[in-house]
T-cell receptor, first 112, second 113 residues
Framework: GQNIDQPTEMTATEGAIVQINCTYQTSGFNGLFWYQQHAGEAPTFLSY????GLEEKGRFSSFLSRSKGYSYLLLKELQMKDSASYLCAVREVGAGSYQLTFGKGTKLSVIP | DVKVTQSSRYLVKRTGEKVFLECVQD?????MFWYRQDPGLGLRLIYFSYDVKMKEKGDIPEGYSVSREKKERFSLILESASTNQTSMYLCASSSPWAEYEQYFGPGTRLTVT
């Protein structure tokens, strides 16, 4: 089984940088995903980490430390359109390894 | 681009009705999933399928069943709808060739009265 924790809500200012943390406990880690979900819309894929380190993709970066069971999503140069929920999801090794278990999501509000 | 479509965006049904939610993907993905999403509870997996005619229970299968007769189509069935099944239902698909990244449909907001 898995336990995934992320903050429920965060607020940040337009133009700033925000870091959304995710901690997880799993018996067999096999990848971590970040998704963005605007209100009333479907989640969309942002990033994937399976090895330790930082993955950068434009204004968004995602970091993973497998030994600490920890990841973060870093959003730079925040824009109003970044107001959304950000979902952390973990994949486990083994049967059903194509399954993802999602955290409850972090609702980010970007203010002027 | 991967496209996952769901039969309805909004649906209102009465308690006790049998409800069918349809999902179709156009990328020949092996895996398909049904989730429900509720405030404060996040995305919870109801059922998934890794091949035609194959299905596996997720975390909350009670009150639901599924059908996958063709690779591109995955149906969620509420045998006898109840008010606690009022929720947003999301379908997703994935492939081993894309690290199992899941692509989601637009969702169906189901209200059971």
């Amino acid at each position: 089984g898995q336990n995934i924790d992320q903050p429920t809500e965060m607020t940040a200012t337009e133009g700033a940088i925000v870091q959304i943390n995710c901690t997880y406990q799993t018996s067999g880690f096999n990848g971590l995903f970040w998704y963005q979900q605007h209100a009333g819309e479907a989640p969309t894929f942002l990033s994937y980490n399976v090895l330790d380190g930082l993955e950068e993709k434009g204004r968004f970066s995602s970091f993973l430390s497998r030994s600490k069971g920890y990841s973060y999503l870093l959003l730079k140069e925040l824009q109003m359109k970044d107001s959304a929920s950000y979902l952390c999801a973990v994949r486990e090794v083994g049967a059903g390894s194509y399954q993802l278990t999602f955290g409850k999501g972090t609702k980010l509000s970007v203010i002027p | 681009d991967v496209k996952v479509t769901q039969s309805s965006r909004y649906l209102v049904k009465r308690t006790g009705e049998k409800v069918f939610l349809e999902c179709v993907q156009d990328m020949d993905h092996e895996n398909m999933f049904w989730y429900r999403q509720d405030p404060g509870l996040g995305l919870r997996l109801i059922y998934f399928s890794y091949d035609v005619k194959m299905k596996e229970k997720g975390d909350i299968p009670e009150g639901y069943s599924v059908s996958r007769e063709k690779k591109e189509r995955f149906s969620l069935i509420l045998e006898s709808a109840s008010t606690n099944q009022t929720s947003m239902y999301l379908c997703a698909s994935s492939s081993p060739w894309a690290e199992y990244e899941q692509y989601f449909g637009p969702g169906t907001r189901l209200t059971v009265t």
